[in-house]
């Protein structure tokens, strides 16, 4: 053999030992691709194994989610069983121990109690004191001061109307609203409180105006509630038109007419004057033209007043034919009106 081998030139030896060569690394790269998949088919598991294995997982996750919202909701459904069936026994138990209590007593209802005057008075109109010259003096001139700042004319039209509406007749069965009488009948200072009851501490006072107005005394000090000071008051109350106020309040209970001013005289006004009232067209706080439209009244005619004095109409010194102001705000006068007013003021 190495006899053949050395017979074998040179050339051919390289020849061959290139050509093994090459055969050799052929046979190792086709063998070490082999190789090493077996190798990694023992090592782990293929993609296909993987993505199922992924899917089981989501699904068994998927599951252990579903099966711990069921035992939640099983749970609120529980608590809300025992809560009902606690609530339903302690309602059996009340109601158990409600039918042990004796039934209550029916109470009656009286519908009707005779009343003393005094229990009248003091439930109606919460009365303060009975009437005297002072009392009316006083009361007077709190209405006068409150209506038309002591004007002389109105405070006189006042006092005719509380006379007119004065009740001659004290039959509290069938007029509740009296609260005093005397042997002439109801009192004036009675009469006066039902028509002004805000100046007159009846009923709380409906502006700051009632709220001094209605601690006026005779004496003309500056009373409590007033809104400036006591050198205004005495400068503008306290010196001249309180002091002339009280002077004309007690010249009218004495049946006289006040003093007249300069240039402008004081009379009774004509007619017979049944209520009085702010004049709508003088822009001032009290408007009252609706309500006395409403009772079918009408206006005494050329009376030069701060305030507007009302009449039934076709009584003596009052118009026969409707009022002008009330026919603007759509009220007619008609007779019927004047029917129930007659009825309601008891004339």
């Known amino acids: ?28 790269f086709i063998a070490v691709p082999v190789v090493t998949c077996e190798e990694e088919a023992e090592a782990g598991p293929s993609i296909q194994d993987l993505r199922q294995e992924w899917l089981e997982r989501s699904r068994q996750e998927q599951e252990e989610q579903r099966q711990e919202w069921e035992r939640r909701e099983q749970e609120n459904e529980d608590r809300w069983t025992k809560m009902e069936a606690e609530e ?11 039918a042990k209590q004796p039934p209550p007593k029916q109470r009656r209802v009286r519908r009707f109690r005779w009343e003393s005057p005094a229990e009248t ?18 009361a007077l001139l709190r209405v006068c001061i409150a209506e038309a700042d002591g004007d002389p004319q109105d405070c006189a039209g006042i006092w005719q109307v509380v006379k007119n509406n004065r009740r001659r007749s004290c039959d509290r069965k069938r007029i ?3 609260t005093e009488c005397d042997e002439n009948g109801e009192t004036y200072l009675s009469a006066l409180r039902r028509h002004q009851r805000h100046a007159l501490g009846m009923i709380k006072a409906h502006n700051r105006r009632g709220a001094w107005v209605r601690n006026l005394t005779p004496d003309c000090g500056m009373p409590e509630g007033y809104p400036r000071s006591e ?40 007619g ?7 004049r709508c067209e003088s822009g001032r706080a009290s408007c009252d033209d609706r309500i006395a439209c ?39 006068n008609t007779a019927e009106a004047n029917e129930a007013e007659v009825k309601t003021s008891g004339g």
């Open 1 to 28: 053999m190495k006899t053949w081998w050395k017979s074998v030139s040179s050339r051919i030896r390289g020849a061959m030992a290139l050509a093994a060569f090459v055969v050799t690394v052929v046979v190792v």
């Open 272 to 278: 017979r004057p049944i209520t009085w009232g702010g």
């Open 121 to 138: 008075r003091g439930k109606v109109w919460n009365i303060p004191e009975e009437e005297s010259e002072d009392a009316l003096v006083t």
């Open 294 to 332: 409403s009772r079918g009244l009408a206006r005494l005619q050329g009376v030069s007043t701060i305030n507007a004095f009302w009449c039934r109409i076709g009584s003596r010194g009052c118009r026969s034919d409707p009022e002008p102001i009330c026919i603007a705000l759509g009220y007619g």
């Open 231 to 270: 050198n205004h008051w005495n400068a503008y109350y306290g010196s001249k038109i309180c002091p002339q106020t009280v002077a004309d309040v007690r010249m009218l209970v004495d049946g006289k007419l006040p003093v007249s001013r300069p240039g402008h005289r004081v009379r009774w006004l004509p």
């Open 176 to 178: 509740l609203r009296i």
């Open 88 to 98: 339903r026994a302690f309602r059996i138990e009340f109601e158990a121990e409600q």
